[in-house]
């Protein structure tokens, strides 16, 4: 199993937006990566720094969300839907796309995951998709 640093979590999401700046091929998660950026203004400069970018720390106390963690889990919940797992996400997913653009529905999405993982990780258990799912599918209004 893949278990990447810091660093190359952030280098990953440098180099794809370096590869599509420069009209490069990009391989695998890459393009869905860069497609991700790309919705998100607000990172292009700190991507376009990555000396700066792997040396900055993201605190709550400093008021900012960490943009590498919600790539991350914008990354993650890309694949869950495209893999159905855990089963259900597609669907609900399809079911808030009818009332949400793209991004709102994949940023309501990643509000469940985000809760979900801070859940397990307060409480030292593993994740509960079963909780995950349930509430997305509640945004979804099912």
Request: net charge negative; charged share 25%.
């Amino acid at each position: 199993m893949f278990n990447p640093s810091r660093e190359q979590v952030r280098l990953f999401f440098c180099d794809s937006w370096r590869k599509h700046r420069e009209h490069r091929l990009l391989e695998g998660a890459e393009a869905t990566a860069a497609d991700l950026i790309e919705q998100h203004p607000e990172y292009h400069a700190l991507l376009e720094n990555p000396d700066a970018a792997v040396e900055q720390e993201f605190t709550p106390e400093g008021g900012q969300m960490n943009p590498f963690l919600h790539l991350s889990l914008h990354l993650a919940i890309a694949d869950q839907i495209s893999i159905d797992q855990p089963p259900g996400i597609r669907a609900a997913y399809h079911a808030l796309r009818k009332r949400l653009d793209v991004h709102e529905a994949e940023h309501a999405i990643l509000e469940c995951l985000g809760e979900t993982l801070w859940r397990a990780q307060r409480d030292g258990s593993a994740i509960d998709a079963n909780q995950y799912l349930e509430c997305v599918q509640r945004c979804a209004g099912k």
